[in-house]
């Protein structure tokens, strides 16, 4: 039976956090996890660079706003995450009908029936096509004239709507603000779903092993927000491809290396995000933080902390101030001097790539 540390490095190593794993652009990492969460967008670029090797801000919008290999909306458990652009299609198709399924009686709270969804999705459609991009609060100010009311929830949850039916997703920031287009135009249609119905599952549940194995498929419930019986027959549609072993009480894709080289001398540091992919692409947590520091990690009211991972394995959190170098780490125990230095090289590079890049004139 696999220990912990094995699976914790096989784990890492398979997200690119450990082994000196590293992709050379964001849309190779984004490829490689598959989905970056993203509720919060300065996090998602952070999950971006600690995956990437010395990728820059400005790389990550240039992927999203001028490559568009990569884009932002709402999928697995109908939260926002970042997937590459040519997989959007047929994993909002697979995932859309059960999130708006779940998502009715918060419709019907808010008074938001069919008919006003609809008519809603007409208006935005109209509204993007004539004036897109739009800001959340510009979308607002087109639905104000349907009678949504301007504050409340109303508001998001028709935008949500029309992302789900495959009208908008985010397009470019404008001052540092989300953007909405028309999926659409932003990313024109290729003709047919890449997959669809039963190998779209099977498809989504090897993309999630690819990037999270040894996982179970309880894992992968959990993570795309599925009910337990389609993860069931998933994994029985991988099995029967011979695509899936087993690796003790877990699951890893046939043909992939299920043990990694000894511990380096100097052990893999990374600064993870707050809500990183590592700490909640899984059920249970005890591979990844110990026992001990999980509430550090998790103090409840939905927040996941920004941590400290050496070789897959949580020693603290961290938190930015406001001065463009105020990094403070909060380490669960005494560090040592190794890691030490590793987490000072650690917060240099957050930092850089923080750090508004300031205009210098040509030399004359």
């Known amino acids: 039976m696999p220990d912990h540390e ?50 820059t801000a400005q790389a990550i919008r240039t992927a999203y706003e001028k490559e568009r290999s990569i884009v932002r909306n709402w999928y697995m458990r109908g939260t926002l995450h970042t997937i590459p652009s040519n997989d959007a299609r047929w994993v909002l198709q697979l995932l859309s009908p059960r999130i708006l399924a779940a998502t009715n009686r918060r419709y019907q709270q808010l008074g938001l029936d069919d008919d006003l969804r609809q008519r809603a999705d007409h208006l935005i459609r109209h509204a993007l096509a004539a004036h897109g991009p739009l800001t959340r609060a510009e979308l607002t100010e087109h639905l104000t004239t349907l009678g949504i009311p301007p504050d409340g929830q109303a508001p998001f949850h028709l935008i949500r709507h029309a992302a789900l039916t495959g009208i908008l997703c985010h397009g470019p920031q404008r001052a540092g603000e989300a953007t909405y287009v028309l999926l659409n135009d932003w990313l024109p249609t290729t003709g047919r779903f890449r997959w669809e119905g039963d190998s779209a599952l099977a498809e989504l549940a090897r993309r999630y092993l690819a990037a999270h194995a040894p996982a179970t498929l309880e894992d992968f419930a959990a993570w795309s927000g599925m009910p337990i019986t389609w993860a069931r027959t998933a994994w029985k549609m991988l099995a029967e491809y011979g695509a899936i072993n087993e690796y003790g009480a877990s699951t890893m894709l046939a043909g992939r290396v299920k043990e990694l080289l000894g511990a380096s001398d100097t052990p893999d540091v990374r600064m993870l995000p707050a809500y990183d992919n590592y700490l909640i692409g899984y059920r249970t947590r005890e591979v990844s933080v110990p026992a001990l520091h999980q509430a550090r ?25 406001s001065g463009a170098r105020s990094i403070k780490v909060d380490a669960f125990g005494p560090v040592l001097p190794q890691i030490q230095r590793e987490v000072g090289v650690e917060k240099d590079a957050v930092v850089r790539f923080l750090r508004p890049t300031t205009y210098r004139p040509p030399p004359c």
Do not use: K
């Open 297 to 321: 990690v998790w103090p409840g009211g939905g927040l996941i902390r920004p941590t400290v991972i050496a070789d897959g394995l949580a020693i603290a959190t961290w938190t930015r101030g």
């Open 6 to 55: 094995s699976v914790r490095r096989l784990r890492a190593h398979a997200q690119a956090l450990a082994g000196g794993a590293r992709e050379g652009s964001a849309e190779a990492v984004v490829r490689r996890v598959f989905g970056i969460q993203a509720q919060d967008a300065t996090a998602a670029d952070l999950g971006i660079r600690v995956r990437g090797r010395d990728i």
